[in-house]
């Protein structure tokens, strides 16, 4: 499997599958990429009209996004990542009225008064807990159920219930089980962070993005391939070779033979090629549950909501929307003179139906929103909505197991990869590829990646 000459096939050109591809072409090893979507997956960015950009899916990433980082020097566009200074103020929605966040009334004085003692509270460790669940025992059922919810909202839009604790947040669930309060675990996270800070691996800490939008890493990542490599056609069947070692790939202009495959699709899709070659690996991917997702991005001239990040409305708020980034106000040039962009959520694990809302009921839902929150009317000039029906796979209980029986049922040669592996984040989706590339440029039949074991921690 290591010999310069492998032929690889690589399903899927979403960022798990050109992670897989850059890699394995570092490598020296040819590949093929298989997709009838443009690249980029998710992460992509449209100019609707001109000035106006809007992102297919993700706007930002953290400081912690290391594999995502590294992707991007490999490609030449390291230096393009830009630090968002406009994503300082973020807000909760509380009592019908957007607070400021963490002190401007988003915790109120009893959620305060748990979240500090739940910071050197010693509470007994539970395997398999949800998020939920560890954050209550710590910080008290009224913050679980308000902040938390939010964050949750923004990261998953799923339920702080459903959510595995350990595979959502695996450093500081371990960090928490071995230093034995949340408040020692969190300054030996600042510890480890700074140390990778002062060895060049770390960014200064806050929200990143890219000036041209997402969009910048699919094609830096194109031109790095060639549009050789780059096959816009949908792979029907993946059966073992019927002449030898390998496994024949099926599309519309034929049957291909390759040594190795890289599954890089969403994971319902993964689970109906793999169903005949590996299915006990497909029955495990049939498990992974995704979050829907409809993002309504609109315009206006007179949007009454203050500047900053964006806000977030817990689920015992009882709204209509999850939540908004107020784009322009992190990108400038996002949208056209004179107006603010914003990108609102709608739906998620909450409201799974809101997904194929009428564009007039969600832009009903938009005026009614900013309104109630500014108490003014606005004028939505501008209206582009979003239907992810697999917008994010969130780390759902049992997904150590889940993962293990995946891997555990796959034949040699064949990895998957995609965000489901880790924690649904565009950094996982990088992680699993250029692990999925290292295991098959050295013979290795594992989906782990030795290289990234310290920044993949410090998470």
């Not at 566009?77 to 973020?90: C, S």
């Not at 109120?108 to 979240?115: C, D, S």
């Not at 070779?241 to 699709?265: H, K, M």
């Amino acid at each position: 499997m290591s010999a310069p000459g492998v032929q690889t096939a690589v399903i899927g050109a979403g960022l798990a599958g050109l992670s897989a591809a850059v890699y394995l072409r570092r490598a020296g090893l040819t590949v093929r990429v298989y997709d009838p979507e443009p690249p980029g997956g998710k992460a992509r960015t449209l100019e609707l009209v001109p000035g106006w950009r809007i992102e297919w899916g993700p706007h930002s990433f953290t400081s912690r996004a290391y594999a995502l980082f590294d992707l991007a020097e490999v490609l030449g566009i390291g230096d393009r990542a830009v630090r968002l200074t406009g994503a300082g103020a973020r807000y909760l929605v509380r009592g019908g009225r957007l607070r400021g966040a963490p002190f401007g009334g988003a915790i109120r004085m009893g959620e305060g008064f748990g979240l500090l003692r739940g910071l050197f509270r010693r509470v007994e460790d539970v395997a398999g807990e949800s998020v939920r669940a560890w954050v209550a025992r710590r910080f008290g059922e009224a913050f679980a159920a308000g902040p938390l919810d939010a964050m949750m909202t923004g990261i998953w839009a799923s339920d702080p219930a459903t959510i595995e604790m350990e595979a959502a947040f695996p450093t500081v669930s371990a960090l928490v089980r071995s230093e034995g309060t949340v408040f020692r675990a969190l300054s030996e996270l600042r510890r480890l962070t700074a140390r990778l800070q002062a060895a060049g691996a770390a960014r200064p800490a806050g929200t990143w993005g890219f000036p041209n939008g997402m969009g910048e890493v699919a094609e830096a990542a194109r031109a790095y391939l060639g549009d050789d490599v780059l096959r816009p056609e949908a792979v029907t069947n993946l059966a073992f070779s019927s002449e030898g070692p390998g496994y024949d790939l099926t599309t519309e202009r034929g049957v291909s033979s390759f040594q190795a495959v890289v599954v890089a699709t969403e994971a319902p899709a993964a689970a109906r090629l793999l169903a005949g070659l590996a299915p006990d690996a497909a029955a495990a991917l049939g498990e992974v549950r995704y979050a829907p997702l409809a993002v309504a991005h609109w315009l206006a001239r007179d949007a009454a909501f203050p500047r900053g990040f964006g806000y977030l409305s817990p689920a015992n708020e009882e709204r209509e929307v999850l939540g908004a980034i107020f784009v322009s106000d992190l990108y400038p040039d996002r949208a056209p003179p004179g107006y603010r962009a914003f990108a609102t959520m709608i739906g998620g694990g909450r409201h799974p139906e809101d997904l194929d809302l009428h564009v007039d009921e969600v832009k009903r839902r938009l005026a009614d929103e900013h309104l109630m929150l500014t108490g003014r009317p606005v004028a939505i000039t501008g209206l582009h909505v979003v239907r992810h029906r697999h917008a994010v796979a969130p780390p759902a209980l049992g997904h150590a197991d889940r993962l293990a029986r995946v891997h555990a049922g796959l034949p040699t040669g064949v990895f998957v990869a995609g965000s489901w592996c880790g924690a649904g984040a565009m950094d996982d989706a990088v992680r699993a590829g250029r692990a999925a590339a290292l295991g098959i440029a050295t013979g290795v039949h594992a989906n782990s990646d030795p290289s990234l074991s310290l920044k993949s921690h410090v998470a």
